[in-house]
């Protein structure tokens, strides 16, 4: 199966279909500061996914540096002037690699797809932090069309997408359990930095406030302890000794 080409006009629907998905996933990791529904914290999500990116990024360097294929891009076929980079004239340059040309119109860096490491990272993530079972659907979904779209655009070949496919879902899969889990914050757990004076005396007047209503553990614990002779009852051999001491 051959997939038809976008053409150097539609170039951008690749992009933008990227664009969208990278700005929704950031959007939703900000949403804790807005809405009440506080799933996660959106400090140490984004560790994670830095971490995913990281360990990602690096093996597409190893592979884009160990291989060489002719790049399938419209500017990078013979006879076009965007071809072979012009000759860098100082050092600086060569750490920029022409910034922002080089990066823009770049012919060797394809195994594996940037563009796929991002997007599957973010879905994967969407998927395991996520709530809505629509929107997890859509984000694979989305994730397909976009490798389509890739393809399609001639920016890799397809081997790029699929290697991405298969490496990012590994790295998410090992580096996961390598990271610690992150706690849940619809069960109210502790927080993770210093309370403040302010905090501290709110927290003391509703432990108060509990203590006055018999709410605590420690009031409905004497509550349930049974009496023997106006006296509680602590254990098992309490009660035996005082039941011989009755006897005698």
């Known amino acids: ?11 951008y629907i690749s992009e933008s279909v990227f664009t969208g998905i990278f700005l929704s996933f950031v959007l939703w990791t900000f949403h804790p500061f807005i809405y009440h529904s ?10 994670r996914v830095l971490a995913f990116l990281v360990a990602s ?31 860098p004239d100082s050092v600086f340059e060569v750490l920029l690699i022409n910034f922002p040309q080089g990066v823009i119109y770049g012919c060797g860096d394809l195994i594996f797809s940037s563009h796929m490491i991002f997007t599957l990272v ?6 395991k932090y996520g709530s809505k079972r629509f929107v997890k659907l859509l ?7 976009q490798s389509l779209l890739i393809i399609a655009s001639r920016k890799h070949y397809t081997v790029d997408v699929v290697v991405a ?7 998410v899969f090992f580096v996961d ?41 420690e009031t ?22 005082e039941a011989t001491l009755n006897g005698t």
């Open 177 to 217: 359990k390598k990271l610690p889990e992150m706690p849940d914050r619809t069960g109210g757990s502790p927080p993770l930095l210093p309370l403040s004076v302010k905090d501290k005396d709110s927290r003391a007047k509703e432990e108060n406030h509990k203590l006055l209503n018999g709410n605590s553990a």
């Open 38 to 47: 506080k799933r996660f914290y959106t400090v140490l999500l984004w560790r």
């Open 122 to 127: 973010f879905v994967r993530t969407y998927q």
């Open 1 to 11: 199966m051959v997939l038809p080409e976008l053409g150097k006009e539609r170039g």
């Open 57 to 87: 990024q690096v093996l597409r360097i190893i592979t884009f540096y160990s291989t060489q294929l002719p790049g399938p891009n419209y500017h990078c076929r013979e006879g076009s002037e965007l071809a072979r980079l012009p000759r």
């Open 220 to 241: 409905a614990d004497w509550r349930q302890r049974p009496q023997l002779n106006g006296k509680l009852v602590e254990n098992g051999n309490h009660v035996h000794s």
């Open 139 to 145: 984000a694979w979904l989305l994730a397909i069309i």
């Open 165 to 171: 496919w298969y490496t990012v879902n590994l790295v």
